[in-house]
């Protein structure tokens, strides 16, 4: 059973940072993707980032345009499934509970679409005040 736990949420200012973390316990994945998504209240669940990694092929990135300059995913090299978000110059905007999500596939279709992600965080909260 692969379980994803996420840490690093909290209340920041506008154009403060934050980083969260997702480390994914239970089994060590020889290939995958990772993202991150997040949902505001009264609002549908979307895409933020991403990262696939695969021993031959080495990561991709991939970002909403919302966050891109602003938002930098990447992996724990020495942790197999472990990433982080670095999230810098936050906007009130940018408030909503984060969740992590992965498969263990390189390829998958659309990364973007939530369908497409076999494991899920219980999420964390990022509150940003203006």
């Known amino acids: 059973q692969v379980q994803l736990v996420e840490s690093g949420g909290g209340l920041v200012q506008a154009g403060g940072s934050l980083r969260l973390s997702c480390a994914a316990s239970?089994?060590?994945?020889?290939?995958?993707?990772m993202g991150w998504f997040r949902q505001a209240p009264g609002k549908e669940r979307e895409f933020v980032a991403a990262?696939?990694?695969?021993?031959?092929?080495?990561?991709?990135?991939?970002y909403t345009d919302s966050v891109k300059g602003r938002f930098t995913i990447s992996r724990d090299n020495a942790k197999n499934t472990a990433v982080y978000l670095q999230m810098n110059s936050l906007k009130p905007e940018d408030t909503a509970v984060y969740y992590c999500?992965?498969?263990?596939?390189?390829?998958?279709?659309?990364?973007?679409?939530?369908?497409?992600?076999?494991?899920w965080g219980q999420g964390t909260q990022v509150t940003v005040s203006s």
């Open positions: 999500a992965a498969v263990e596939k390189y390829y998958i279709g659309s990364y973007t679409s939530t369908g497409n992600y076999d494991y």
């Open positions: 239970g089994r060590t994945f020889s290939s995958y993707t």
């Open positions: 990262i696939r990694w695969s021993g031959w092929s080495g990561s991709s990135t991939y």
